[in-house]
């Protein structure tokens, strides 16, 4: 099922406020994400904030619609945004890598791991890591599945 054809069912069964959303799949793992997504686990991610300026793409909001797809652009699910907060990576908190809901899911385990990502992600624009560099992160709920 492609992107608006799940956000088209949500839309007809769930009338939710506003027609916008936006369809993505996460970072280089969108299967495995998806999956934890949908069991529960996975309620927040982060993305590196400078990517947002370098693409002049706009923050998420709270109370935004996300199709989220999988690998090969299928929409498993719908989710609802409800916490935008943008901090230094530095200083993520332990509770926002525990809801992100990968590896052990210690506040250790997800820096090492997005600071590997973010280092790879920033480099193809051009663009470093820094320990101080601002990061997006959002807590999520899924709101609509097949």
């Given at each position: 099922?492609?992107?608006?054809?799940?956000?088209e069912a949500f839309v007809r069964e769930k009338h939710p406020a506003g027609g916008m959303y936006t369809a993505w799949a996460f970072?280089?793992?969108a299967d495995r994400?998806?999956?934890?997504?949908?069991?529960?686990?996975?309620t927040a991610t982060a993305s590196a904030y400078p990517l947002y300026?370098?693409?002049?793409e706009p923050l998420p909001t709270d109370g935004e619609y996300s199709v989220i797809l999988d690998a090969k652009d299928q929409a498993v699910c719908v989710i609802r945004t409800n916490r935008v907060s943008v901090i230094?990576?530095?200083?993520?908190?332990?509770?926002h890598a525990f809801k992100e809901g990968e590896g052990d899911?210690?506040?250790?385990?997800?820096?090492?791991?997005?600071?590997k990502f973010f280092t790879e992600e920033l480099k193809r624009a051009g663009l470093e890591f820094s320990p101080d560099m601002k990061v997006v992160c959002e807590e999520f709920e899924v709101v609509y599945r097949p």
């Amino acid at each position: 099922m492609s992107g608006e054809q799940l956000w088209e069912a949500f839309v007809r069964e769930k009338h939710p406020a506003g027609g916008m959303y936006t369809a993505w799949a996460f970072g280089m793992e969108a299967d495995r994400l998806a999956r934890l997504v949908l069991s529960g686990e996975k309620t927040a991610t982060a993305s590196a904030y400078p990517l947002y300026e370098w693409e002049r793409e706009p923050l998420p909001t709270d109370g935004e619609y996300s199709v989220i797809l999988d690998a090969k652009d299928q929409a498993v699910c719908v989710i609802r945004t409800n916490r935008v907060s943008v901090i230094p990576f530095h200083a993520v908190p332990a509770e926002h890598a525990f809801k992100e809901g990968e590896g052990d899911r210690s506040l250790a385990a997800w820096r090492e791991t997005h600071e590997k990502f973010f280092t790879e992600e920033l480099k193809r624009a051009g663009l470093e890591f820094s320990p101080d560099m601002k990061v997006v992160c959002e807590e999520f709920e899924v709101v609509y599945r097949p």
